[in-house]
């Protein structure tokens, strides 16, 4: 795939392996939202959380890889509303965006799994443009 968001991911990477843990989970949120956006639009959100509820069973072989995908993005992209919870205990696009000034948003831990669902989701990017969605 010859696309920005993957010379961007390459940023993300290279960021999180210098030891710029919150720009690199910040950077990443940015790649998820704008490589869902480039595949869903704006139902993305309604889309990977209904399809991250289809029963394992009910999915063929080749889009099996693509649910687990949606599962973690699933709690990655809900929303969070910054004056009723507190941090998210696990990356969390919104929080990561909205939320710089809240303890516990940015860590380690939660920029790897950033890092780790951005990749992912640009590796199966073309499977991803090839499946049925419905809403």
Known sequence: ?????????KSVIDALL???????QSHAANVIEST???L????????????????????????????LLFLALANA?????RDK????SQFNRHASVHGA??????????????VMLATSLLIS???LRGIQIKI
């Open 18 to 24: 210098g030891g710029f843990a919150a720009p690199a």
């Open 36 to 38: 869902l956006f480039h």
């Open 77 to 81: 992209i809900e929303y969070w509303d």
């Open 40 to 67: 869903f639009g704006s139902k993305r959100q309604k889309i990977v959380k209904n399809h991250s509820k289809k029963p394992y069973s009910k999915w063929s072989r080749s889009e099996k890889g693509i649910l």
């Open 1 to 9: 795939m010859d696309h920005e968001a993957v010379k961007q991911c």
């Open 85 to 88: 919870y507190d941090a998210p």
């Open 101 to 114: 000034d809240i303890p516990g948003v940015f860590s380690d831990y939660n920029a790897l799994i950033a």
């Open 125 to 127: 990017f073309e499977d």
